[in-house]
């Protein structure tokens, strides 16, 4: 079996799937795919990647196939993307912190099982209300 930095941190913590690793470093990929100038990925802007990207790969499966690679949280998401820093696969800013993951949306909300309703998830400041955003609530 290869060394490479998923079966390290596997290892170390099995939490998290494989699978789960994969997904966000695809996420983040993309994230820098889409910016017309290197620069870097704040912590939400991430999670918002993979939420949309969850929401466009798996559809109304995201929140199953997510809980089978043991993530219920966007607070799972920064335990794996901040192994992956630990493994120097990711870098990160003076500024970003674990923390920086906690809450940041509900997961019920951004991942239903009914595609009826996944609409748009406004992503929060710590402290804020959960609350989905609908068409008139947009601005």
């Known amino acids: 079996m290869s060394d490479d930095a998923v079966t390290r941190i596997l290892r170390r913590d099995p939490r998290f799937a494989r699978a789960a690793y994969d997904f966000v470093r695809a996420s983040l990929r993309r994230a820098v795919e889409m910016e017309p100038e290197p620069r870097h990925i704040s912590p939400?802007?991430?999670?918002?990647?993979?939420?949309?990207?969850a929401r466009e790969t798996f559809g109304a499966l995201a929140r199953t196939v997510l809980r089978?690679?043991?993530v219920t949280s966007t607070n799972d998401f920064g335990e794996i993307v901040f192994h992956l820093i630990e493994e120097n696969e990711f870098g990160k800013s003076a500024d970003d912190k674990l923390a920086d993951f906690h809450d940041v949306f509900d997961f019920d909300a951004a991942f239903p099982t009914d595609l009826a309703t996944m609409g748009?998830?406004?992503?929060?400041?710590?402290?804020?209300?959960?609350?989905?955003?609908?068409?008139?609530?947009a601005e």
């Open 120 to 137: 748009e998830v406004r992503v929060h400041a710590p402290g804020d209300e959960w609350d989905d955003l609908d068409d008139d609530d």
């Open 68 to 70: 089978d690679w043991g």
């Open 44 to 53: 939400r802007e991430l999670l918002e990647i993979i939420r949309d990207h």
